[in-house]
Structures are given as structure tokens and as C-alpha cells.
């Protein structure tokens, strides 16, 4: 992805990756480079089904912290916006870090960022705060380990 060419039995969507997916990538293996390979808390390719062409990605942006925490983030190419697959793949991201123990998630969009705001309600987690610039959601589970 850094690269920009995908393998050869990947197809991207025109569109991919875009300059965040290629941040991602780069973070990731800049972490991989210091700690270690952090997985199964890093990135992911999100793949419609009809063609499983790449259209986005979702991401843990670093494995939980001490208190079993953890941030996301996500973006699908503007020809596949719109459609659910980010809500679908946040809900998939959200349910595997539940399974996993992570106690809370949390996510941002910028304020004039509705469709981000929507995905992150129609998947469940809450608006939290605000500050000039974003608004946080977060989804905490009972129950979870810390």
C-alpha cells in the first residue's frame, strides 16, 4: 500500500489507497519496526463482496492501552460512500474488540464530517464531547477485562 501498487491478488477500487490509508500503512509498519507486529490490533482492508475489490479501510490505531482501551479510525473511497460498508466494517471492528477483552473504544470526526458521525452512531458507540474542531463517540462494555 505504501507503494501505492497493490499485490497481485488484491484489486483496488480507483480511489485507493488514499493519502490516510497510506498514513496508516506507514504507522503501522513504523510500529511494527519499534514494538513489534501489533496484531491482530492494526489495520484492515475493507473488500466489498460482489468483486472483493478494496474500497477502504478500518484500523485500530495502536493495541489497547493499560486500561484496555482502544482509538479507530476507517474511510472508503467516495465511489463506495454511502452504501454501509463503513458501518458494516465498524461493527465487525467493534464486535472483534469486544471478544478480545478491549474494554472501551473511541473515535472522532471533524464537525462537518455528518456521514463519519453516522457511521460511528449506526455502529453503536455514543457522542462523548466536543471541542472546537471534533466530536468524540466512544463505546465502553460492562463486563470487559481491564
Partial sequence: MVTGRPDAETSWEPGFPTADDVSVARRFLERCSVTGDPRPFGPYAIRRRSDRRVIGGVD????????????????????????GYASEALRGLLSF???????????DAD????????????????????DARVRYFAVTWAGTAT
Fill in 60 to 83: 485500530f490505531h495502536s493495541p489497547p492501552d493499560e486500561h484496555g482501551h482502544v482509538t479507530i479510525g476507517y474511510g472508503i473511497v467516495p465511489s463506495a460512500r454511502g452504501k
Fill in 97 to 107: 474488540a469486544r471478544a478480545g477483552g478491549v474494554v472501551s473504544v473511541k473515535g
Fill in 111 to 130: 464537525h462537518d464530517n455528518i456521514a463519519s458521525q453516522h457511521v460511528m452512531t449506526a455502529a453503536g458507540m455514543l457522542p462523548v464531547g466536543e
